[in-house]
C-alpha cells in the first residue's frame, strides 16, 4: 500500500461545552497515515500494439453491417491502420483514450464488452472500445453527418462480438501490419532520464509511428518528438519526384536506398517547424494494388542527428517483420475495471494526482460526537463511514460511494485529504471534512450565522458559473466560537455523457439540498 503525506498537528486540549450542561475534552489527533492502494496494473503495451496490428482495420468495417444500413461496401479507404467507409464511417485500431477522456465520456456496454460514446456536443459521434488503460479501438462518424451514433454503434457492436468469439475473423493478410515502435525502441535502447519511447506523432496515437518525447508534468504537450519513426502509404518517391514534388531536396544513398533529406535549409540543420526528416520507400504495399509503397520517414531536431537515425533506420526497416497474432484482442468486459484507479476512485475526479482510496465496508465509528470529529479529522476515512447512509438517503442514491482524497490535484505536503462521495454518473459530489478549529475563526468575512438543530452554521448561496457548481456549508459542534465543526460541500457538474464542452449544462438542483443535508448530518454526526 502506499502512504499518503499528511499534515501534522500539535497536540492539544480544549474544553467544549455541550448544550446538554456537561464537557467534553476535544484534542487533536495525530493524523492517520491513509492506504493509498497502487494503482491497477495495465496490460503490457507491446503485447497490446501487436496483437492490434495484427487487425485488418477495413475488415472492422464488415459487409453485413453495411448491409443493414445500406451502405456501399465497395467504396472503402484504407491507411495502415485506419480504414474509412464511404466517407462516413472510420475505424482506428489503436487511438488515444486517456483516463480523462473517459471519465467525461458516457460508459456504455456493446454486446457485453465496455465501451464509451463521446459527448455529443462535438458534433460527431466516436464509439471507443477500450483495450488497455491509455488506448482504444475507435469507430467514429464524418463530422457531415452530424451527431449520430447508429452507424459507428452498429460497427463497433458487431466487432466486439466477433473479437471475443474468434479474432481471426479480422486479421490482415498482408504484410504492411509493421509496428512503428517494434522498429524505432531498439535503436533508442534505454530513454534518456525525462524522456519516453511513445507510439505518436503529435498528439494522436498511433501504430505507424513511434517517437522519443520528453516528459512534462507542466500540461504541455510536445509536437515533435526529440526524434522519431513512422509509415505510410504513399506513392513512390520515383513517382513523386517527377512529378515535380520534392524535386528540390538532396537525394542520398543509405544501406543502398535513396533516402531524400528533407528540410527547408539543410545548412541551417532544420525544417521550419523545428525538425529534420528524412523520407525513403521501404516496401511495396501489399494492401494495395495501385502500386502504392510502404514510405518510411525519420526526424530529429537537427539533420546530423536525423541522418544519424536514418543510417541505423533503413536496414532496421528492411528487417522488420509484420505483426502477428499471439491471442485474442484485450477488450474489457462491461463491468471490468479499465484504469489505475481502484474501486470507487474511478469515479473521482484526478484520483492518482489526488491519492485516493476507498472506504472500507467495515470502519469502526465512535459513538461520542467530539470522538467523531476528533477521529473524523485525522482520519477522512471515519467521517466517510459515519455519513455514508446519510448522504445515500438525503439524496435518494445508494450508488454514492465513500472515497478519501486529498482535496486538490496539487500534491502539496501540506494539502488535507477529505472525504467525498462520487457516483458513476460524474455530476454530484458531496464532500465532508471535520475540524476540531472554531467555526468563527474561518468564518468569511461578513458571513451571516444561523442555526442547524441548535447548532451555529453558516450556510453560503450557490456558486454556480462554468461546470463546477457548488454551495457549502459550515456546522459548529456547539457555538461558532467552541471547537469542532463540520464541512458539507455539494458540488453539481455536468453529466459525464456531456463533458466539459461548451454547452454543457449543469443539474443544479442538488444545491438545494444542502440545508436537509446538513440538518441529517448534523443529528447524525453532532448529537
Known sequence: MRRSRAVSAALITVVVGLLAGCTTTLTPLPPVDRDVPPPAADRDAAEVRTRLAALDPCALLDSETSADLGIDDGDKWRELFSCVLHERVRVEVYSELGQHQRFWEDEIALAGTKAYRNSEK?????????????????????????????????????????LSADSSTYQRRDDDGIVACDVFAPLVGTPPTGMVIEPREGLGASLDRCGLWREDDSGFVAVHPEKGLLFRYSEPLQTLRADGRF???????????????????????????????LLWDAKTASA???????????????????????????????????????????????????????????????????????????????????????????????????????????????????????????????DEAVCEFVESRHSLVVRLQASTGTLDSVAPAGASFTEV??????????????????????????????????????????????????????????LDLIEELSAALTDKLLE
Request: hydrophobic fraction near 35%; include cysteine; aromatic fraction near 4%.
Open 122 to 162: 462535438l458534433g460527431r459521434c466516436a464509439i471507443s472500445i477500450p483495450v488497455d488503460h491509455e488506448h482504444a479501438i475507435v469507430f467514429s462518424q464524418d463530422t457531415d453527418y452530424g451527431y449520430d451514433c447508429a452507424e459507428p454503434e452498429a460497427f463497433a457492436s458487431r466487432a466486439v462480438q466477433s
Open 247 to 277: 524535386d528540390d531536396y538532396p537525394l542520398l544513398t543509405i544501406d543502398g536506398t535513396d533516402v531524400l533529406l528533407f528540410s527547408s535549409d539543410p545548412d541551417d540543420e532544420a525544417d521550419d517547424d523545428g525538425s529534420c526528416r
Open 288 to 414: 494495395r494494388s495501385d502500386g502504392d509503397v510502404i514510405r518510411a520517414e525519420v526526424e530529429a531536431a537537427t539533420c546530423t542527428d536525423a541522418i544519424a537515425l536514418a543510417e541505423e533506420a533503413v536496414p532496421a526497416v528492411k528487417a522488420a517483420k509484420p505483426a502477428q497474432a499471439s491471442g485474442p484482442v484485450p477488450l474489457y468486459s462491461a463491468d471490468e475495471n479499465d484504469g489505475p484507479a481502484v474501486g470507487a476512485c474511478a469515479d473521482a475526479l484526478s484520483p492518482a494526482e489526488r491519492l485516493c482510496a476507498p472506504v472500507p465496508d467495515s470502519v469502526e465509528i465512535p459513538d461520542a460526537p467530539a470522538e467523531v470529529m476528533m477521529e473524523s479529522e485525522a482520519d477522512p476515512t471515519v467521517l466517510c463511514a459515519a455519513a455514508r447512509s446519510t448522504v445515500q438517503d438525503e439524496f435518494a442514491n445508494p450508488g454514492l460511494t465513500g472515497v478519501t482524497a486529498l482535496r486538490e490535484a496539487t500534491l502539496r505536503e501540506d
Open 453 to 510: 438543530n441548535g447548532h451555529a452554521a453558516i450556510i453560503g448561496e450557490a456558486e454556480t458559473e462554468g461546470w463546477n457548481s457548488n454551495r457549502r456549508a459550515q456546522i459548529a459542534l456547539g457555538e461558532a466560537t467552541e471547537p469542532g465543526y463540520l464541512d458539507i460541500e455539494i458540488v453539481a457538474r455536468p453529466d459525464r455523457k456531456q463533458g466539459t464542452w461548451e454547452g454543457a449544462t449543469v443539474d443544479t438542483s442538488p
